[in-house]
């Protein structure tokens, strides 16, 4: 037998060690592949999640540009006021005195539908949009005159003299009967205290006493939930998701039924999904505490004329769906505001009613309009 030769010694060894680690080297080939996998699954959904991330406000940006221009009342106009700002109004019928309707917080017109829709039959009726919410765009600059007072613009004095410079450019007749409801009541008795020869009669409807904001129960629940709640339906407009939740049936527009025509549906889904709509809804009810003082110092720098009537309607409670003692709260509160600065006022309370009566019971509200309307027609305005 021949004797191996160191080299050979070697060579063989060295063989072993590489057959050694390729075995060791085998069961490592399909943990490769499962990492590579691994990354593949998370690199499709990062994609995936970007897209969702970015396609939604993109389509929902691109279809409100579309719907904007679609969407806007048939009779409705878009009216220039002066000062780079235009605004959205509706009137229907014919007939004087002429009823203004100024919306809840945050709401646009299409809010009155069910009451313009019934007053429009016996006299003009209009509608408009506050600026910012529905269709009157918001100007992001306050330009004044010299001689106008620089109010903030998401507030009372500042809607005031939006709505005085928009019945001026619209030619409404005067005097007319003014109906505000919620914040629309701060802004009509703004407006009725300032520009009273106006304004023959003044319905108040849930009216928002100013000290209610003194009470910090109320500012709890009104800037620790009810703000909050808002902020995340604008988020949820800016990023798509309202349009979605809407398409799937998850949020309903607030007017609905039978006697509600595609238009307006298709109207109020588009302002749920609108984040500028959205966010001047969250505006108003951030600023209203201020919108409540300013109308507490004009009250006191001029007292409303006897000349103009007044009546308020209310529900059983504020809002159904808060806690009883804040709706307690708000009747206390309103009882004492209304004996304080209205003492005359006529007070209807409507059972079963809270804020909502504007569209889920008009029939009260209706009423009482058509009872305004021929009392006034039947007698003069007192000089």
Not at 353 to 364: E, G, H, L, T, V
Request: positive net charge; charged residues 25%; aromatic residues 8%.
């Amino acid at each position: 037998m021949r004797r191996r030769t160191e080299g050979q010694e070697l060579s063989e060894e060295m063989s072993k060690a590489d057959e050694k680690d390729v075995d060791q080297a085998q069961p490592i080939q399909p943990k490769v592949k499962s990492s590579f996998r691994y990354g593949s699954m998370l690199m499709n959904f990062g994609k995936f999640l970007l897209l969702a991330i970015i396609v939604p406000p993109f389509l929902n940006y691109a279809s409100l540009q579309k719907e904007g221009q679609l969407l806007l009342p048939k009779d409705g106009q878009i009216v220039d006021i002066g000062l780079g700002q235009k605004m959205h109004l509706l009137c229907k019928g014919k007939g004087s005195p002429a009823v203004i309707l100024d919306a809840p917080t945050g709401m646009s017109s299409d809010i009155w539908h069910y009451v313009q829709e019934s007053i429009s039959s016996l006299t003009r009726v209009c509608t408009y949009d506050r600026m910012g919410l529905g269709f009157s765009r918001r100007v992001m600059q306050n330009k004044t005159t010299g001689a106008e007072k620089v109010w903030g613009m998401s507030t009372s004095g500042r809607m005031v003299d939006d709505l005085h410079r928009l019945l001026g450019a619209a030619e409404i007749v005067m005097p007319f009967i003014l109906v505000g409801s919620e914040l629309g009541t701060l802004n009509a008795r703004f407006y009725t205290h300032i520009y009273d020869v106006q304004v023959s009669d003044l319905l108040l409807i849930d009216p928002i006493p100013e000290e209610v904001f003194e009470e910090d129960q109320w500012k709890e629940y009104w800037y620790g939930k009810l703000v909050p709640s808002l902020q995340a339906r604008q988020f949820s407009a800016a990023t798509g998701l309202s349009r979605m939740l809407i398409i799937l049936g998850m949020i309903e527009p607030t007017i609905k039924g039978g006697n509600v025509s595609e238009e307006v549906m298709q109207r109020q889904k588009y302002l749920l999904s609108n984040p500028a709509h959205q966010s001047s809804a969250v505006d108003e009810h951030y600023f209203i505490n201020e919108s409540a003082s300013q109308v507490r110092d004009i009250m006191q720098f001029k007292p409303l004329a006897s000349r103009t009537s007044v009546s308020v309607i209310t529900g059983e409670s504020f809002d159904r769906q808060i806690a009883d003692n804040l709706n307690e709260m708000v009747a206390k509160l309103q009882k004492k505001f209304l004996d304080e600065s209205y003492p005359s006022a006529s007070h209807i309370q409507i059972k079963g009613a809270d804020r909502r009566m504007i569209y889920k019971k008009p029939s009260a509200i209706i009423q009482h309009l058509r009872k305004l309307v021929n009392q006034r027609r039947s007698k003069p305005q007192k000089e």
